[in-house]
């Protein structure tokens, strides 16, 4: 049992690269979550999904795609990147009985 | 709009001192707080309150929830380097997002 798991690690982009940062989960979690978290702030919630097909905006969803083809993943896009998105991104799940969330391991995104 | 305010932002104690952590919020429809640990990578679950002045304890840990005044603490006693981190609180408005507060930098100093 994996939990969640994120890949990349770490990645570097040039300004207007494309990117997909994959997220996967092995607990049948119907939740899942994208987060951003810039240096000394908390979690900003990018993108979430509530089940395979079903997907909604967070607080911070612009730049940033997703789908949820399946019940394990959940692929987030950067289209066009800028330097403000430079940030380290947490993919997460839970269940649909308990609101505590699972956390990937992150991914440490820089845009120069 | 549904906030969640942590304070102190950063806190830095010698070992063995005692910390008292807070969170209050402002969220509609409230459900549960949940507080985690955050070192150096993702955050990991403390601890979920969901009622009014019942106890949350794991080691030298505990935490309470006070839902008249909304806000919980967090308490860590004789406290070890190895408590140095960032502590999160998050609300549960709804049953699937959290609301998170800016998170307290604890330095725990030998």
């Known amino acids: 049992n994996a939990g969640v798991t994120q890949t990349p690690k770490f990645r570097i982009l040039k300004i207007g690269q494309s990117m997909t940062l994959q997220c996967a989960q092995d607990?049948?979690?119907?939740?899942m979550y994208w987060y951003r978290q810039d240096p000394g702030m908390g979690l900003k919630l990018i993108y979430y999904?509530?089940?395979?097909?079903?997907?909604d905006k967070g607080e911070v969803p612009n730049g940033y795609n997703v789908s949820r083809s399946t019940t394990e993943d959940f692929p987030l896009r950067l289209e066009l990147a800028a330097p403000s998105q430079t940030s380290v991104y947490f993919c997460?799940?839970?269940?649909?009985?308990?609101?505590?969330?699972?956390f990937g391991p992150g991914t440490r995104l820089t845009v120069t | 709009e549904d906030k969640v305010v942590q304070s102190p932002l950063s806190l830095v104690v010698h070992e063995g001192d005692t910390v008292t952590l807070n969170c209050s919020y402002e969220?509609?429809?409230?459900?549960?707080l949940l507080w985690y640990k955050q070192e150096k990578k993702a955050p990991t679950f403390l601890f979920m309150l969901t009622s009014s002045g019942i106890e949350k304890k794991s080691g030298r840990l505990s935490s309470i929830l006070d839902k008249k005044e909304l806000f919980s603490i967090l308490n860590i006693t004789a406290t070890q380097t190895g408590d140095s981190a960032i502590y999160l609180c998050?609300?549960?408005?709804?049953?699937?997002?959290?609301?998170w507060g800016a998170g307290t930098k604890l330095i725990i100093k030998p």
């Open positions: 969220v509609t429809n409230f459900r549960s």
């Open positions: 999904s509530v089940g395979a097909g079903i997907t």
């Open positions: 998050a609300v549960s408005p709804f049953n699937y997002q959290l609301i």
């Open positions: 607990m049948n979690h119907n939740y």
């Open positions: 997460a799940s839970s269940s649909s009985d308990t609101y505590e969330q699972y």
